[in-house]
T-cell receptor, first 113, second 112 residues
């Protein structure tokens, strides 16, 4: 299937610092790019998403940027807090799968006090 | 946390048995999906359905089967042909493709 690459696989930051997670995708027809947060043993929850006609979107401490030409998008979390610690997944819609979401392998974020 | 419900939360299967995982949604969503999650592997698409009575294979469909007889329901059967079924299974639904996917709470399947 179409690939979504996510980096880094683990990220450790101090409380108050910023965290950045980057993803690349291969399907040029992808038009929807969500980010999910998953806490241990729980279901993934959407934290922010962006569509292909927008380059940047912000929601309080969270922002996502999209570069369609380069086929990459990034999640930015500012002023991190210990409760931000979780696994974060990026995803991209796949044209050949009815635009189902193809997920990256995840980034385990640890925010230390 | 209503909207999309998976059952059971934990399931144990003996080798050679088929088991069926339930997924029900009351969000009036047309699209439904099944993902498998293994440690370090992210979520991988097993099957998807864009509309009732229609479904398509995802990236890792071998050893699995689904049905979509009702809009609300999208059960997944893990057959004995699936050689490594132990995993966390997540069902999701969305209004259509390229929209937010809402996930169920997952079913953890273990082969004993």
């Amino acid at each position: 299937g179409e690939n979504v690459e996510q980096h880094p696989s683990t990220l450790s930051v101090q409380e108050g610092d910023s965290a950045v997670i980057k993803c690349t995708y291969s399907d040029s027809a992808s038009n929807y790019f969500p980010w999910y947060k998953q806490e241990l043993g729980k279901r993934p929850q959407l934290i922010i998403d962006i569509r292909s006609n927008v380059g940047e979107k912000k929601d309080q401490r969270i922002a996502v940027t999209l570069n369609k030409t380069a086929k990459h998008f990034s999640l930015h979390i500012t002023e991190t807090q210990p409760e931000d610690s979780a696994v974060y997944f990026c995803a991209a819609s796949i044209r050949n799968s009815g635009y189902a979401l193809n997920f990256g392998k995840g980034t385990s974020l640890l925010v230390t006090p | 946390d209503g909207g999309i419900t998976q059952s059971p939360k934990y399931l144990f299967r003996k080798e050679g048995q088929n088991v069926t995982l339930s997924c029900e949604q009351n969000l009036n969503h047309d699209a439904m999906y099944w993902y498998r999650q293994d440690p370090g592997q992210g979520l991988r698409l097993i099957y998807y359905s864009q509309i009732v009575n229609d479904f398509q294979k995802g990236d890792i469909a071998e050893g699995y089967s689904v049905s979509r007889e009702k809009k609300e329901s999208f059960p997944l059967t893990v057959t004995s042909a699936q050689k490594n079924p132990t995993a966390f299974y997540l069902c999701a639904s969305s209004i259509d493709g390229a929209s937010e996917a809402f996930f169920g709470q997952g079913t953890r399947l273990t082969v004993v």
